[in-house]
């Protein structure tokens, strides 16, 4: 669609599709046929296609909120590693949040660096008022 359109938009939200790992619940045993690891390696390629698209489609200045409700590393700071390593104008913000259960975003996981800037990206840990869910804010510079 990204480049089918072309950057025409200031602001991009981009919920990715997951394998919403962060709706697990210990006290709940169904719900953890909700995702897991084949449902992540299944669908390892989609986010990766959709973020490139969606930032395609962002003007220079532009904001895109890269949105998941997943904690797997390989749905999250890999995906948005794989735009910054295509994307050499592509920056992340860091992410204010005044909930108490937020986490820095990681910078490896399983013998894979990422980029340091990836401490930026925010995880929201589940509570009884949230589901999990991780955000990286990323502008396209000038």
Request: charged share 25%; hydrophobic share 40%; proline share 8%.
């Amino acid at each position: 669609v990204g480049r089918a359109c072309g950057p025409r938009f200031d602001r991009v939200l981009l919920d990715a599709p997951c394998s919403s790992e962060a709706k697990f619940r210990a006290d709940d045993p169904h719900s953890y046929a909700l995702g897991g690891p084949r449902i992540i390696k299944k669908n390892r390629k989609l986010p990766k296609r959709l973020i490139l698209s969606a930032w395609e489609s962002l003007t220079p200045g532009g904001r895109m909120l890269y949105s998941t409700c997943s904690f797997a590393p390989e749905e999250n700071e890999e995906v948005v590693d794989f735009l910054l390593g295509k994307a050499p104008d592509a920056r992340i913000l860091p992410i204010e949040t005044t909930l108490p259960a937020s986490q820095e975003g990681f910078t490896a996981w399983e013998g894979k660096t990422f980029a340091s800037d990836l401490a930026l990206t925010r995880r929201i840990v589940p509570d009884e008022t949230y589901d999990g869910f991780y955000l990286a804010l990323i502008e396209k510079v000038l």
